[in-house]
């Protein structure tokens, strides 16, 4: 007797992508059915069948085939399999200690990703811009013939060859190869701490992914998500109208960190910063500083927030926070609350000599009257302000929690 298992519902989209997914189970088999949940969805859906025959073409050249398809009753049936993910082995061999192993396994599956994506020069399209947006990107980009962006490591399945799980997001216009790996790296390693002991600027820079691209990229990825949600509004977003006077703390699903470096304090300039795009409110890096920094000045995003300062370092060595600048803040323990829009922690002195600048925050987006509060309560009670930090600490854990650690992909 055919039996359901398991049901997943991708409705926080836009009409024509809302789906269904099934784990189906009959005489002891196994499948996926992919259902559209509107009529607008059934191309989306079928889709599917013509991606998975061109995408094995393109995968000839390398170990990778695609999960299977094939046609159902109103919907499309895949092969249900149970092998590890890439991602999970990774995240094995890093538990384990043996980073470099992991990251070699991940540069590996990355330089067989660019070989079949990178067959010819990249030009922007209209269907390209309706999107991705209409942004500005680095010269020199590649690209094939049809592109499955969301070939992240979650979708990775370790048979032999490797299984390309999830291929619904595949186009058949130009999209940047580097656009596609950035995806790869950036989604492994900013969506779990372990896996923050990998190199991630050495990986970029490895294939030609710089700073200018990311930020490029990064809008790419805002447009490709507003894209799938079209005209639908998730219920997250309706928090605010359906509980009026109620107050949260919400982690931050993405933005920019900006660095500057400063030769005096107080002097700071936009052509002396970098930004590093964080998801999920976490934002890791390590920068190289310029050879006259004294002094550094942090910008954890555009709205008032509670950070949480898990790592300022210079060459591995924690930075004195004492005496740095919080316009309309406070700093306690290991917790800023910064009640302005364009929040920042300024003039962090530079020891002499140092070479490279450490940065690991935990930013959490709060209601601007509490901060005030909070900063005025720094003055008056250091206990109860210590009470206030512990619960957005626990706030953000549960969110964290609820939501899978932040948001991985198009859902």
């Not at 990064?218 to 998500?225: G, H, P």
Request: glycine letters at 6%.
């Amino acid at each position: 007797m055919r039996e359901i298992i398991f049901s997943k519902y991708s409705n926080e989209r836009d009409r024509r992508f809302a789906i269904r997914t099934d784990i189906l189970e009959e005489d002891g088999r196994r499948w996926l059915e992919k259902t559209p949940l509107y009529p607008e969805g059934k191309g989306h859906i079928e889709n599917m069948l013509q991606w998975n025959q061109k995408l094995d073409a393109l995968y000839q050249a390398v170990p990778f085939v695609s999960n299977k398809c094939e046609t159902g009753e109103g919907c499309v049936k895949l092969e249900y399999l149970e092998e590890e993910n890439l991602a999970e082995y990774l995240d094995d061999l890093l538990e384990k200690g043996r980073e470099k192993e992991a990251e070699q396994k991940l540069t590996e599956y990355l330089e067989n990703v660019q070989k079949i994506h990178s067959q010819k020069p990249f030009s922007m399209t209209e269907a390209f811009e309706r999107v991705f947006g209409k942004v500005t990107l680095p010269e020199n980009l590649t690209c094939a013939e049809i592109m499955n962006i969301d070939m992240i490591c979650d979708n990775v399945l370790l048979t032999s060859p490797y299984t390309i799980l999830d291929y619904e997001w595949t186009f058949d216009f130009p999209v940047p190869c580097e656009f596609v790996l950035y995806r790869i790296i950036h989604y492994y390693i900013q969506t779990h701490s372990v896996r923050r002991a990998l190199d991630e600027e050495g990986l970029y820079g490895k294939f030609g992914i710089t700073e200018e691209a990311r930020e490029s990229f990064f809008q790419m990825e805002k447009s490709f998500q507003a894209y799938i949600t079209g005209r639908h509004v998730p219920m997250r977003e309706m928090y605010a109208d359906m509980t009026p006077g109620v107050q949260y703390v919400s982690q931050t699903n993405a933005g920019a960190l900006q660095v500057f470096f400063g030769e005096k304090r107080g002097c700071y300039q936009e052509k002396n910063s970098v930004k590093r795009y964080m998801i999920a409110g976490n934002a890791r890096c390590t920068l190289e500083l310029p050879e006259k920094c004294r002094f550094i000045r942090l910008d954890p995003g555009d709205v008032p927030c509670s950070v949480r300062l898990d790592e300022i370092s210079f060459d591995g060595k924690s930075a004195s926070l004492k005496g740095v600048e919080t316009p309309d803040g406070a700093i306690f323990g290991y917790w800023a609350f910064l009640a302005r829009l364009d929040p920042c922690i300024a003039d962090i002195p530079v020891p002499a000599g140092a070479k490279t600048l450490t940065v690991r925050l935990e930013i959490c987006e709060e209601n601007v009257d509490m901060l005030n509060h909070v900063r005025v309560l720094e003055h008056k009670n250091h206990s109860l302000l210590q009470k206030v930090g512990n619960r957005a600490k626990k706030a953000a854990r549960r969110i964290k929690k609820s939501s899978g650690g932040g948001k991985k992909k198009g859902n």
